[in-house]
């Protein structure tokens, strides 16, 4: 393949994932270890820390990389984030086991204004994964959508408006938000 791959998002690397994994797998490594790595250390506030997290978070894909289908840049902050979480989790676990007090992220404010930047990252992932699943759903679908969710009509208001049953209005409503759950499923384990 030819072609330089700069965003994993594109088809040339979703071709590249299921005929070369290894080459898949550098690209990877090179396009997202410093963005990955700067996000671990905003949330552990140390750089041995933030790098085995990181080192762990390609080891574990390349060890599910069987069942891997796809990966988006969304998915890797999501990982790298959960990691980071337990991280500070087991951290915390131990601290408590030894007797020493728990620095909380209020009691040093680097690391609190750090972590406000990586959630400020994963929030900008997750409303542009929230604006393209939006984008994907069927015409009529994302307009009920629209109105029930953004514009706050009732579904009896929005058939009315659009001259269908409330209970087509559910029916578009419930399979928006079950398109919706499983488009942002990477992200569910957040909220």
């Known amino acids: 393949m030819s072609e330089k791959v700069t965003n994993i998002n594109s088809d040339t690397f979703k071709d590249l ?5 290894h080459k898949a797998f550098e690209i990877l490594f090179r396009l997202y270890f410093d963005k990955l ?5 905003s949330y552990t506030g140390n750089t041995e820390d933030a790098r085995e997290i990181v080192q762990n978070v390609f080891c574990k894909l390349w060890q599910k990389r069987e069942r891997i289908d796809n990966i988006t840049s969304s998915f890797l902050f999501t990982v790298t984030r959960n990691a980071c979480l337990d991280h500070l989790k087991h951290r915390k676990r131990v601290r408590e086991k030894s007797g020493s007090l728990y ?3 209020l009691d040093n404010p680097i690391r609190f204004v750090e972590n406000e930047a ?6 900008q992932e997750l409303e542009n994964q929230i604006r393209s699943s939006i984008t994907a759903l069927p015409e009529k679908q994302r307009q009920v959508f629209v109105k029930s969710r953004f514009e706050g009509m009732k579904n009896s208001e929005i058939a009315e408006d659009m001259g269908i049953s409330k209970r087509t209005v559910d029916t578009h ?8 759950r499983f488009q942002l499923k990477e992200f569910m384990t957040f909220f």
């Open 37 to 41: 790595y700067h996000i671990a250390r």
């Open 173 to 180: 409503i419930h399979l928006a938000l079950k398109f919706m």
């Open 103 to 105: 620095e909380t992220e």
């Open 17 to 21: 994932l299921k005929n070369d994994v």
């Open 118 to 123: 990586a959630s400020r990252i994963l929030q």
